[in-house]
């Protein structure tokens, strides 16, 4: 069998690229062959990187050009209630979120936040809609062939259903949206991806929509992603119809638990809301009108295995914050959460091992109950982050906090 050293030996000497190792040598020796190509490239150590705990073979279908694992410490918060009384909710029961990250004092300031909403009897959560979307773009003549295309494409949605639905055993086409700018015809299809977060299942499903709507009209497909899915990038689309699950956690916390666990009142928290979050997101023009929700996101994404570039939508959320008589309602309303229990980075052992804490690895029954609950789990978790850092601002406590801690 080639060794690494060889094969290192041949890309040196341009006989072997990079992404062809894995055809002559298992997935181990061709990262193996990679590191010490790099170590004598760069002058860089690579033991650590090198050091992994997962088979080579595992990440296969998730990287390529592999040298090894990037490893981050991942912290757990909670248990968190969520949805105790039963009356509708994917997620039921206490939940310990996994968080992966790199920033002192986050995990305590959610676990903070998660046990301020267990003392006051749990919080609510609900996946209010859910769907992937893919939007291509299509060239025509002019605006009397876009309308033409659109009369078309409204006319023979079922068969354009039956078309995207055969390239996959789960996925549902919901609505075709079309949206028309001079001689661009952009056509934003919706599907139900169930337990997969649906990216490449939806990509798949619209192709083949794509190619009936090329045989049977004028238009000529110019892109698959016309960008008014939105991707992996701030859109107000997003912001306002939702991409993956729109989700909202909320709680009822009573004034003693307020002045008592966050050193503040309802009154403060809900003024610091307002100035920051409502009127200071208004000033900035920004999408996401909250403390730090992505924070909370990022770390549960990485954690359980989620595409991590799609935090930028997850970032597309509400917080709220209203003093009652006698307690604060608080909630987070999350926009565009792209999340999934199979597929993806979730098959990795160690995100495996973090759904496996949640309860929610797999496919669900009924099928697509598991994502949901995952998102549901992880707005609460960050409606958590959002309440621990409202009291600290409000309290005047945040820069003390991290001096606390040294971090």
């Known amino acids: 069998m080639t060794d690494s050293a060889d094969l290192a030996a041949r890309v040196r000497e341009g006989d072997l690229r990079l992404h062809e190792l894995e055809d002559h040598a298992d997935p181990e020796t061709a990262a193996a062959a990679r590191r010490e190509l790099i170590e004598v490239e760069t002058d860089a150590a690579l033991d650590t990187i090198g050091d992994f705990s997962f088979a080579a073979s595992d990440a296969e279908p998730n990287i390529e050009n592999m040298i090894g694992g990037a490893q981050l410490p991942m912290g757990v918060v909670g ?179 307020v002045e008592e666990r966050l050193h503040t009142t309802p009154e403060a928290i809900a003024e610091a809301n307002t100035r920051k979050n409502l009127i200071g997101s208004a000033k900035a023009g920004s999408l996401g009108f909250n403390a730090h929700a992505a924070n909370t996101i990022a770390a549960a994404f990485l954690a359980t295995g989620q595409d991590a570039a799609q935090v930028v939508e997850g970032a597309n959320a509400i917080t709220t914050a209203e003093a009652r008589e006698d307690s604060l309602y608080a909630s987070l309303s999350i926009a565009s959460l792209e999340v999934g229990t199979v597929g993806g980075g979730t098959k990795l052992p160690t995100q495996a091992e973090a759904l496996d804490v949640l309860g929610l690895r797999g496919g669900g029954d009924p099928a697509g109950s598991n994502a949901d609950a995952l998102a549901e789990v992880i707005a609460t978790g960050a409606l958590a982050g959002e309440l621990s850092l409202l009291a600290a601002l409000a309290s005047r406590h945040l820069s003390s906090a991290h001096e606390e801690l040294g971090r």
């Not at 994917?90 to 986050?106: H, V, W």
């Not at 078309?152 to 949605?157: A, D, G, P, R, S």
């Not at 192709?207 to 049977?216: F, H, K, P, S, V």
Request: net charge negative; proline share 4%.
């Open 79 to 257: 248990p968190i209630p969520i949805n105790e009384d039963g009356e509708g909710g994917a997620a039921e029961g206490d939940f310990y979120l996994p968080l992966a990250t790199t920033e002192g004092a986050l995990i305590a300031s959610v676990n903070r936040g998660c046990s301020v909403i267990r003392t006051s009897g749990g919080a609510a959560a609900r996946v209010t809609k859910s769907g992937m979307t893919r939007a291509p773009v299509f060239r025509v003549s002019g605006i009397a062939e876009a309308a033409e295309v659109v009369e078309w494409v409204e006319e023979n949605v079922e068969e354009l259903r039956e078309e995207a639905e055969e390239t996959t055993s789960h996925g549902e086409l919901l609505e075709v949206t079309p949206y028309v700018v001079g001689d661009n015809v952009f056509l934003r299809f919706r599907f139900d991806s169930k337990d997969a977060m649906g990216m490449n299942m939806v990509t798949i499903a619209t192709q083949a929509a794509c190619d009936l709507i090329e045989d049977a009209t004028t238009a000529s497909l110019v892109a698959l992603s016309g960008n008014l899915c939105t991707d992996k990038k701030p859109a107000a689309i997003n912001s306002i119809e939702g991409r993956g699950r729109s989700v909202t956690a909320d709680v009822t916390i009573p004034r003693e638990v």
